[in-house]
């Protein structure tokens, strides 16, 4: 038996609000990359369902770039740490670590032979540094600022400049090398978010909070102009990206547009409409050959349309925060991936394509923590917000109207035949039919974890902190409690029967994990050890025949029902958390998530 990795549908970048993104383009013009928790994400710019991730960060990463010859990045952290790793192999070797200051790296600049890197942001003794990148000795000094570093860039021609935008409201121009600071750029009156010098080097821009755009001489640092009169742009400007000729650039803004400068004239050719809500203000852009990106407060990712500037040609979404679910549903023949996040976003992926999209209207208010799918082609979730909502797949959109809201928060849901639905509420635990609460059990002498009906629709199983596992028979709209009770190695964290109802599996907190026949009187079939912490999320292969577990060990197993011994062990499936969800799309491929918020599917071998 074995394990392939097949797809990996990557996180967006994760945004703050009044807080610039840096977007990195690869040399080639190939990729780009972006950061999110303590991942670096590359992305093909044609087909983005292709990514790669880079976990070896130990704190937060904040900004990565690409060195010019492409076949080495950069990538800064919130700890004050670089690390410079390879993109031409797959492991991602390290090749060099330093520390140049201690505290949050804002931004980071190679010089065009990607020997030199200055790096910017918000240290302790100083705000910025400048060395090589082979030994770590300095090369000058960023040095005339009395608060954090935002921006930096150098001039990718000799002789080399370099420029800064601060907090304290202003740029400065430095000579190098090595690096000296030469005089303070005082045009802005609020923030400076973002430095960038033109690919030819002729001229640089400073962008700040204030909606200004100053125009500056790359060689000695004058300042010949600003763009768009006045003010550029009616919000604070985050992000500027030159066009590959020089001739043109690109600013993302507050003011939820991205706008296309001709340079020579200082006008705007083109301004992208991206929205009215606050989530679409623009918050980093990049010019890749071709396509022009700008990033939303949302996460999400737009590729612009200059012919057509209020629609972006795509926009590539999916989750920025911790996937705590997902379920896969076929529809019109295909799979699709369902994935419900810690802020209540749930996204749909073609398991095939990894092209995306989420619902329409207004959803969760808050963590959904379980999702599943039922015959009436309807994905039913509950949510840390006390509800459990039934959404039409096929309509693509949330309804108000089939929200059903509970007494106590659900843990878990289910649903079989008949257009029955389990929730196990904190306290409480509910039978619904046809969206409807037709039955709750109150005053339980113990704390019920987690439930899940035969697909039947004949019996409910509930597993309980205790060890126990009881079984309810569904009679008409109730559950009958006829005292019927299985034992369990420790508190149940998830259970489900296997799809044609012959088996239950549960898993719980003693690491153990037991499946029963179900004709056979819920006697034990086999017992399967495995995982060395406790094993959190289970999913029943297709074939009834297999089944996955994935545990706080960070691993994940398949399992033979018949044989305990037979099996597949994924280490490490998502490097920095444990899998928080487990699904199948077919009985060779295993999807699992994890609070790094992407999705990865695996090809498995009997």
Known sequence: MTYDPKHVFASLPQMERGVAKVIGGDPKGNNFLYTNGKCVIIRNINNPAIADIYTEHAHTVTVAKYAPSGFYIASGDVSGKIRIWDTTQKEHLLKYEYTPISGRIKDIAWTEDSKRIAVVGDGREKFGAVFLWDSGSSVGEVAGHSKLINSVDIKQTRPYRLATGSDDTTGCFSEGVPFKFKFTLNQHTQFVNCVRFSPDGQRFVTAGADGQIFLYDGKVGEHVGSLGGEKAH??????????????????????????????????????????????????????????????????????????????????????????????????????YIYSGSHD?????????????????????????????????????????????????????????????????????????????????????????????????????????????????????????????????????????????????????????????????????DKKVTTVFTVADDYKVKNVFYGHHAKPVTLAWSPDNEHFATGGMDMNVFVWTVCDPDKRVKIPDTHRLHHPSGLAWVDEHTLVTTSHDASVKQWTIEY
């Open 234 to 335: 009616k919000g604070g400007i985050y992000a500027v990206c030159w066009s590959p000729d020089s001739s043109q650039l690109i600013s993302a803004s507050g003011d939820k547009t991205v706008k296309l400068w001709d340079v020579s004239t200082g006008t705007a050719v083109t301004t992208f409409n991206l929205g009215s809500d606050t989530t679409d203000m623009q918050l980093g852009c990049l010019w890749q050959k071709d396509h022009l990106l700008s990033i939303s407060l949302s996460g999400y990712i737009n590729y612009l349309d200059k012919n057509n500037p209020d629609r972006p040609i795509r926009t590539i979404k999916g989750h920025s925060k911790s996937i705590q679910c997902l379920t896969v549903h076929r529809k019109d023949g295909r799979p």
């Open 344 to 508: 209540g976003h749930i996204n749909y992926w073609d398991a095939e394509t990894g092209e995306n999209d989420c619902f329409s209207g207004k959803g969760h208010s808050n963590q959904v923590s379980r999702m599943v799918t039922d015959e009436g082609g309807q994905l039913v979730t509950c949510s840390m917000d006390d509800t459990l909502r039934y959404t039409n797949i096929s309509k693509g959109e949330y309804s108000a109207s089939d929200v059903v809201k509970m007494d106590f928060q659900p843990k878990t849901v289910s649903v079989a035949a008949g257009g029955l639905s389990l929730a196990v509420c904190i306290g409480q635990v509910v039978l619904l039919k046809d969206k409807k609460k037709v039955f709750t059990m109150d005053g339980l002498d113990y704390e019920a974890e987690v439930g899940t009906l035969h697909p039947g629709g004949t019996t409910a199983a509930v597993g309980g902190a205790d060890g126990k596992i009881r079984l309810y028979s569904i009679q008409g709209n109730t559950l009958k409690d006829e005292g019927k009770t299985i034992e369990a190695t420790g508190a149940a964290t998830d259970m489900a029967y296997s799809n044609d109802g012959a088996y239950l599996a549960v898993i719980g």
